[in-house]
């Protein structure tokens, strides 16, 4: 007698599984939050003359934050996210959902203060090769506010990224449930 298990496990891990394109933005999303995060906390251990240019690749990645995030949101909007197994209680899956819109929201938010700190700050940055235009009036009171709201909700970032992460490592490990292979990379 042959035993299937291991196909039907397998036909049925694939259903549990985000898309492919979800999956890859998720990672991708990732790197551009630890590329933006390590340019601003990198930016002393560079020579005082490529200063600058550090600054403006914490803008682009940030940016890149920005734009991959709108793309994750409308693909959820497109494709729900895939089931659990074995189920997560009410509260638990209540909590997944407001942690997963506490990391949106913020990775959204983020970008849009940075790009007002230096609008407002009468500041020139460069996005992807282009100079960006003046589109405000400077203020230097309006910038010292926005850019600590900025940094504030980067060091919120830090809690909410190391949270999600041990999040899934308690499902993986302990709970022992699909939650972390629903978003791991291959077949």
């Known amino acids: 007698m042959l035993d299937y298990s291991f196909f039907i496990y397998r036909e049925e891990s694939m259903r549990n599984r985000y898309a492919r394109s979800q999956i890859a933005l998720h990672w991708l999303t990732l790197l551009m939050v630890i590329l933006t ?11 005082d003359d490529a200063v600058p240019a550090v600054k ?21 909007h497109v494709k729900a996210a895939p089931p659990v ?7 638990q899956e209540l909590g997944a959902r407001v942690f997963h819109w506490l990391l949106y929201v913020l ?19 460069v996005l992807l090769g282009w100079p960006v235009p003046q589109w405000v009036t400077p203020d230097p009171v309006m910038r010292r506010l926005i850019k600590t709201a900025h940094e504030t909700l980067a060091n919120v970032g ?10 899934a490592l308690y499902h993986h490990f302990l709970r022992k449930d699909d939650t972390l292979r629903r978003m791991m990379p291959g077949k």
């Open 158 to 167: 830090y809690f909410l990224i190391g949270g999600h992460a041990l999040a």
């Open 107 to 125: 990775f959204l938010t983020l970008p849009a203060l940075g790009a007002l700190t230096l609008a407002y700050g009468g500041k020139h940055w």
């Open 37 to 47: 995060y390590a340019a601003m906390l990198l930016r002393d251990q560079f020579p």
């Open 56 to 76: 403006n690749l914490h803008f682009n990645f940030g940016v890149a934050v920005f734009v991959l995030m709108l793309i994750r949101l409308g693909l959820r």
């Open 85 to 91: 197994t074995p189920g997560l209680e009410e509260w």
